[in-house]
């Protein structure tokens, strides 16, 4: 069964500080993988998706992520956060063998200090 | 519609008694998903819906849970006998065929508190 592994539960940064989460999953075939974003009272939405071709994803907001099959990983990177980046932030996976449902991780609280 | 849409938005209940969660979909999404959200926690899948059919339900914590979609729009999750450990945020959100690689879009959920 497909399963996502955040590492991260909480991280507290100060601006221009570099940002790298952990994600990695546990599944051996072809996978999608994303991160979603949950800015406070907002609801669920994209950050950025790999689904083949370059491994290295740019993002909105200058976020990228980086799929590394060897290490079954997908960490999402920004080298400069702001207090606007202050969110939850979801790794997610699906597999087409999997019905294409998707996996989250348990998530990682950003903040920001300004 | 422009998104996802979802009702209530809060609903507070007492133990025992049933709810009905709704979700209208972006219209012509053929994919509809729930999940929960426990205070602190991840998403956890309930149930995957694709058209009028659940090809997976494998995530439905008991059969006090239950789900339906009709019309391939509209979906409704039904807990019965409401427990305290219910309490959550529901999610929905849909996709434009979930056989792709879309991306879901996400309702606001419903806040689930169970006295």
């Known amino acids: 069964a497909q399963s996502v592994s955040q590492h991260n539960h909480h991280v507290i940064l100060s601006e221009a500080a570099s940002l790298e989460l952990g994600c990695n999953y546990s599944y051996g075939g072809t996978v999608n993988l994303f991160w979603y974003v949950q800015y406070p009272g907002q609801h669920l939405q994209l950050l950025l998706k790999?689904?083949?071709?370059?491994?290295l994803v740019k993002g909105i907001k200058g976020f990228e992520a980086e799929f590394i099959k060897s290490k079954f990983s997908f960490n999402l990177r920004k080298p400069s956060v702001q207090w606007s980046d202050t969110a939850e932030y979801f790794c997610a996976v699906n597999a087409p063998t999997g019905g294409f449902k998707t996996i989250f991780g348990a998530g990682t609280r950003l903040f920001v200090k300004a | 519609g422009a998104g996802v849409s979802q009702s209530p938005s809060n609903k507070v209940t007492e133990k025992g008694k049933d709810v009905e969660l709704r979700c209208d979909p972006i219209s012509g999404h053929t994919a509809l998903y729930w999940y929960r959200q426990r205070l602190g926690q991840g998403l956890e899948f309930l149930i995957y819906?694709?058209?009028?059919?659940?090809?997976?339900k494998s995530g439905l914590p008991s059969d006090r849970f239950s789900a339906e979609r009709t019309g391939e729009s509209v979906s409704t999750l039904t807990i019965q006998r409401t427990q305290q450990e219910d309490s959550a945020v529901y999610l929905c959100?849909?996709?434009?065929?979930?056989?792709?690689?879309?991306?879901?879009?996400f309702g606001e959920g419903s806040r689930l508190t169970v006295l």
């Open positions: 819906f694709q058209g009028n059919s659940a090809p997976d």
């Open positions: 790999y689904f083949s071709g370059d491994p």
């Open positions: 959100a849909s996709s434009l065929n979930g056989r792709d690689t879309g991306e879901l879009f």
